[in-house]
């Protein structure tokens, strides 16, 4: 099972939005609403920001959204802020011969 | 509060073995699916094994498949991997993660703060 594919690096400026994309296929994105997102700052454990495609956690700023077609996942960050640098990793359900979890390869994200 | 505290990991010759460990607290182990992630040095996230929450079902990744194997003891509120034939690749850092209530496999809303595993000669 390949990684989900995400941009390498975004950026924007303060106030700005940003999306960042997550293509995956058929057996993964595609057809399941089990995907996530995480933000990862350095030397620090993920953070759950986005679950079953567009649901927030509690505590989860509004600023953060996020939506699928097909089998391309995006998260939306509106309002840029400083904080929001970071890496960003999409996560999927798949099945191949038994249901695994499949990440993608992460996208960092510069505030400029 | 949720804390999740792995530990065991070192440093390990490539066809070694390691048992890692995380122990568990300020929730009911018992009721909630586990994982494995890795992440190695400089790089993304890989999931790696999820164990349901009666220890009957494990799926793995297909990169640690026939090596690695998951566990879990509610008694004592601990996860466990244990690793053979290790290579330079498993080099990374491990963390146990919980899936959130409500969810399936993809949402881990705790996270340990990891343990590093380094595959060396």
């Known amino acids: 099972q390949s990684a989900l594919t995400q941009p390498a690096s975004v950026s924007g400026s303060p106030g700005q939005s940003i999306t960042i994309s997550c293509t995956g296929t058929?057996?993964?994105?595609?057809?399941?609403?089990?995907l996530s997102w995480y933000q990862q700052r350095p030397g620090k454990a993920p953070r759950v920001l986005i679950y079953?495609?567009?649901k927030r956690p509690a505590g989860v700023s509004y600023r953060f959204s996020g939506s699928k077609s097909g089998n391309t996942a995006s998260l939306t960050i509106s309002g840029l802020q400083a904080d929001d640098e970071g890496d960003y990793f999409c996560?999927?359900?798949?099945?191949?011969?038994?249901?695994?979890?499949?990440f993608g390869g992460g996208t960092r994200l510069t505030v400029l | 509060e949720v804390q999740l505290v792995e530990s065991g990991g070192t440093v390990v010759q490539p066809g070694g073995s390691l048992r890692l460990s995380c122990a568990a607290s300020?929730?009911?182990?018992?009721?909630?699916?586990m994982h494995w992630v890795r992440q190695r040095p400089g790089k993304g996230l890989e999931w790696v094994s999820l164990?349901?929450?009666?220890?009957?079902?494990?799926y793995y990744a297909d990169s640690v498949k026939g090596r690695f194997i998951i566990s879990r003891d509610n008694s004592e509120n601990s996860l466990y991997l244990q690793m053979y034939s290790l290579t330079t690749d498993d080099t990374a850092v491990y963390y146990c993660?919980?899936?959130?209530?409500?969810?399936?496999?993809?949402?881990?809303?705790?996270w340990g703060q990891g343990t590093l595993v380094t595959v060396s000669s």
């Open positions: 993660a919980k899936e959130a209530r409500g969810t399936q496999f993809v949402t881990f809303d705790f």
């Open positions: 079953e495609v567009s």
């Open positions: 164990i349901n929450r009666r220890a009957d079902v494990a």
């Open positions: 058929r057996s993964d994105v595609g057809t399941y609403n089990l």
């Open positions: 996560c999927s359900y798949a099945v191949s011969n038994t249901p695994i979890v499949v």
């Open positions: 300020g929730f009911a182990f018992d009721t909630f699916s």
